[in-house]
């Protein structure tokens, strides 16, 4: 398996550098023949080649069996023509990576204010608010006049489609219970329609369990009562949202490890952005870029129906479920170590069991 790895900006390539070392380790304890590339986007390609990310760069992604993509400073990146985009974005766009999955559980001995909770946001990913990505060309928000602007909304049946089905088949493999996350009261065309290809594609799924409530209920149903909740289903915007959110009740978004998938490719990439005002402090929690990979490893192997990478993803997760209950960690979720050291304790865990 060929991963091309992008540190990114902000915290990333602090963080990136212990998502490294981990696949590495693994590589070397199941023999995954791992082979890892290291490229650029963000900033340092901006510099670099007046471009955050490049066409040659797609074209090594595309040869490749799988991208770990560090945190983007997508917010400083406003006007393509001058080469800012959104990498996050461009990778979402060019490869079809449809499905974002955001998995977000307590650990013991990590405080929350919430009952333990295990559940996975699944978050349609090319189209709904995303002005940047949901139409063929330009950018589909407007300003009319200087006062009045305009964000245009895109949801297709194809996309409600395949991505119900990528959160009943993950119900399958869960506690089969779909949530689907709707504002349908308001947005009645649009999330109809949404709702109405969940339910069509769950009757495929007699087992699962259905139920649905409106976006901003579901905040506060989720706040009070995160275990009631298995996988939820939802668009583009209230996804990425609500992850956020479930990532830190679990105990700090440090933990929000996520995955786009497409039919064919996937790329590992943490919830959160590139917090810029922790970054080259040695304080970032690598464990959400560490899942993130565990994730890409456990989809490859179930594609290609090779054991050890599920093995090695679930070594990873358990290895880093045992430092969290030693207290190894970062700051944010209760520990003493800085970023460097929990790559160590790790690495010595994971070698030694
Ligand atoms: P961006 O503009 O790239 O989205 P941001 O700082 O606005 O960056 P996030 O990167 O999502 O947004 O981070 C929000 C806050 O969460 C950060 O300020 C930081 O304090 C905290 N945070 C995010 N990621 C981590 C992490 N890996 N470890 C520890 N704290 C984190």
Redesign the pocket.
Known sequence: MKIIIIPG???GPE?MAVVAQVLDAASTRFHLNLELEHEIAGHESLKKYGRTVTPALLEKVKAADGLMLG?????DFKDESKGEINPSKFFRKELDLFANIRPARTYPNVPSCVNAFDLAVVRENTEGFYADRNIESGNSEMLITPDVAISLRRITRHCCERIAKAAFELAMTRKKHVTIVHKANVLKIGDGMFIDACHRIGAQYPEVKIDDFIVDAMMAHVVRAPERFDTIVTTNMFGDILS?LTAELSG???LGGSLNAGECYAMGQ?A???????ANQD????F?LVVSAAMLLNWYGQKEGVLAFTQASKAIEHCMSELIAAGET?G?IGGKLGTKAVGAAFLKRFTTA
């Open positions: 900006d902000g915290i963080t945190p983007m400073s997508t917010y956020d700090s978004l440090g943490a959160h952005g590139s917090a810029p005002d922790i304080i970032a929690n690598p959400s970062t944010d």
